[in-house]
């Protein structure tokens, strides 16, 4: 019988972090990844969950993007 290797079954954190950007929602979203990837080791995947604007005297200020983050848990 083979032996199993401990990276068989991998284990995942999801984590959420909002980006935000005066430019557009993808810059909002690669912030939000690019702040996570400081402190996060080996991130996985990203979702964008939730898109909004915040808004100032009736004209966009900032775009933000809610992004999920997966990262594996090591051994």
């Given at each position: 019988m083979a032996k199993k290797s401990k990276n068989d079954n991998?284990?995942?954190k999801i984590v959420e972090?909002?980006?935000s950007s005066t430019?557009?929602?993808e810059d909002a979203a690669s912030s939000a990844v690019a702040a996570?990837?400081?402190t996060l080791r080996d991130l996985r995947v990203a979702e964008v969950t939730k898109l909004d604007m915040k808004?100032?005297?009736g004209?966009?200020?900032a775009y933000r993007a809610?992004?999920?983050m997966s990262f594996k848990y090591e051994d």
């Open positions: 991998p284990v995942y972090v909002v980006g430019v557009s929602w996570a990837a400081k808004i100032e005297n004209k966009v200020a809610r992004v999920s």
